[in-house]
């Protein structure tokens, strides 16, 4: 009985799809007790409350929001004192002393672009916080069907390696015999070897994903914790069907679409802020009368109020206004660009999904196949006409069969996912996005009102 080149390639194609891609985040203090199991609603609760990833995104729009506060300041405006003291002057000057305060040239308009264009710039950060969330459950549900499909994996070669040892007995016992085949013995024993080998590749596959998988949870190394990957179809993917799903859907749900959306609107403010130049900008002055002005004998605090009027300015207004519009064009077909860009994402996810299928179904019939002839040479053994070592090559086959299957059960179950996670039905199960838009962009969170 020999290993084929099918099987190695089968068994490779396992172990490849059982890589995480992703780069893990750099751990930090261990927010998850010793001897806890966490299933995957509870990798998912424990990702949002706790993963450096995530956390990151939230204080961004912490920091936005502060941000947004400084700027309500600009509707005052700037005040500038000038005190002056003549140490020489002449004798008809009443008070060495003089006293003017002005605002110099103020602009309440600007003021209120900024504040709006803060406010959009928000928008946009609680919208990255909301596609990390979404990514971070998408790439914990990717980690559960790969370990699911490791540990069946690991149980099918668990059966190769008792199979391989087997032949390698059988072998031995022919030894002196007149069927003995010193090659044969030879092939068994390296047989042996690699199902052992690859059943170790398996081990540590699943294991490197355990790790990452805690790691960007932002569980500590070394912390006791299990991962429960069993029947992690259900877990990860449940009652979605991917052939409800619509485009539609995907549209509501993709935040480079609502950020595009959201960089027309604050082009638009930069048109009309480009208009709001040619306003003229109001200036208000307090002062004392001039101690040198000897015609006069007045006291006080004069208030004067005037406009500062720019008069010209080498057409740099109206520039800068076409410049804007033009500008506006350009996020237009960013917008186009984007949702174009959905479509052939949503309709290759599509198409993947279709293909995975295929080849699954494809899989399971030559899985029954392998099932059907190794039960014909179970029969023909017992009635003696079938040698063992081609029974066991039989079952091996078989075996071969069941592991290609786990594979592409998993190739098809993360197309699934995909689209769930496109659609925005994966998202949505784990976070209420309207009350968290609603609660960030109200100033709710914690350190808002600082």
């Not at 949870?217 to 990957?229: E, R």
């Not at 679409?257 to 802020?273: F, H, N, R, T, Y």
């Not at 014909?376 to 069969?401: M, N, W, Y």
Request: hydrophobic share 40%; glycine share 6%.
């Amino acid at each position: 009985m020999r290993f084929s080149r099918l099987y190695a390639c089968v068994l490779g194609c396992i172990v490849s799809a059982l890589v995480f891609a992703g780069a893990a985040a750099a751990a930090t203090n261990a927010v998850v007790r010793g001897g806890t199991v966490l299933d995957f609603q509870g990798s998912v609760r424990t990702g949002l409350e706790h993963s450096p990833r995530l956390k990151r995104s939230s204080i961004e729009v912490g920091i936005r929001r502060l941000g947004q506060a400084d700027m309500k300041w600009d509707y005052v405006p700037s005040v500038f004192v000038n005190v002056s003291y003549l140490v020489t002057r002449p004798a008809s000057a009443d008070s060495p002393m003089s006293i003017s305060a002005s605002t110099g040239p103020y602009d309440p308009i600007k003021p209120y672009f900024t504040i709006q264009a803060a406010e959009e710039f928000t928008r946009i950060a609680v919208l990255v916080h909301l596609q990390e969330m979404a990514e971070g459950i998408h790439e914990i549900g990717k980690i559960f069907l790969q370990l699911d499909a490791a540990e069946r994996g690991m149980a099918v070669q668990d059966e190769v390696v008792r199979l391989a040892e087997q032949n390698r007995t059988m072998w031995e016992k022919m030894k002196g015999s007149a069927g003995d085949s010193l090659i044969d013995r030879q092939i068994a024993e390296k047989e042996l070897e690699e199902s052992q080998i690859v059943r170790e590749r398996l081990r540590m596959a699943s294991s490197a994903l355990s790790e990452n998988l805690l790691t960007f949870l932002g569980v500590s190394p070394g912390s006791q914790v299990t991962i429960v990957a069993s029947n992690a179809i259900e877990q990860v993917i449940g009652r979605f069907e991917p052939a409800k799903a619509t485009l539609l859907e995907a549209r509501d749900h993709s935040t480079e679409i609502q950020v595009q959306e959201i960089q027309k609107k604050l082009q638009e403010l930069s048109i009309l802020a480009a208009y709001a130049k040619y306003i003229p900008s109001p200036v208000i002055s307090l002062r004392t009368a001039d101690p040198l002005d000897s015609s006069s004998n007045d006291s006080g605090l004069y208030l004067a109020v005037g406009l500062d009027i720019h008069v010209w300015d080498g057409f740099d207004r109206r520039r800068d206004v076409r410049r804007q519009k033009e500008i506006l064009r350009q996020f237009e077909l960013d917008y186009d660009k984007a949702a174009n860009a959905l479509s052939t994402t949503w309709k290759s996810a599509q198409d993947s999904h279709r293909i995975a299928s295929l080849d699954l179904k494809a899989s399971e019939a030559q899985l029954e196949i392998a099932r059907l002839r190794a039960e014909r040479d179970r029969i023909s053994h017992e009635s003696a006409t079938l040698p063992v070592h081609q029974l066991q090559e039989g079952r091996l086959r078989h075996l071969q069969a069941r592991q290609y299957a786990i594979a592409k059960a998993l190739d098809c179950n993360l197309s699934i996912l995909y689209l769930r996670h496109l659609s925005g039905n994966l998202r949505d199960s784990y976070v209420d996005s309207r009350a968290l838009s609603a609660e960030l962009l109200e100033g709710r969170t914690a350190g808002s009102d600082r």
